[in-house]
């Protein structure tokens, strides 16, 4: 069990995925804090992405999951926050590359694109995956220095 910090957080299109992911997960032991919204009634993914992203970014998540319809749009908005690396994944595999390869902090999933079952199998895979630093440690600091100029 893992008392790991989730934020999350989707748009309208995405609240009934990110319900089942938030429940699936607090199952299995994750402290998950939902950033909204609470129903479908149609609002911007930037504003929900962002908030959740940010909880991430001050270290008060330790990582964090977005949703909309196809996972883009709550994508790049999760990425314009500093010190976020979210990836955008419709398989286990990318998953698992997105932690082992980028130390991804944030997962964004499209709820039109993968069935519930594959997205609880795909956090599940990228939350238990870990980074494997090495090679990949001195590019993921070229993107932090970048940030950091930026």
Request: aromatic content about 4%; charged content about 25%; glycine content about 8%.
């Amino acid at each position: 069990m893992s008392q790991q910090k989730i934020a999350i957080a989707s748009d309208h299109r995405g609240v009934q995925l990110k319900k089942i992911l938030a429940d699936e997960l607090g199952k299995k032991g994750y402290v998950v804090k939902d950033f909204g919204p609470q129903s479908e009634d149609s609002v911007d993914y930037p504003d929900f992405a962002v908030k959740a992203a940010e909880s991430v970014s001050k270290g008060e998540s330790d990582r964090g999951i977005v949703i909309c319809n196809s996972g883009i749009g709550m994508s790049i908005s999760a990425n314009k926050v500093k010190g976020v690396r979210a990836a955008l994944c419709h398989d286990e595999e990318s998953a698992k590359a997105s932690r082992q390869h980028n130390n991804a902090n944030v997962l964004a999933l499209g709820a039109a694109v993968i069935s519930p079952d594959l997205a609880k199998k795909i956090a599940l895979t990228w939350l238990t995956t870990t980074f494997e630093g090495g090679r990949h440690e001195k590019r993921v600091e070229k993107i932090s220095s970048y940030e950091q100029k930026h």
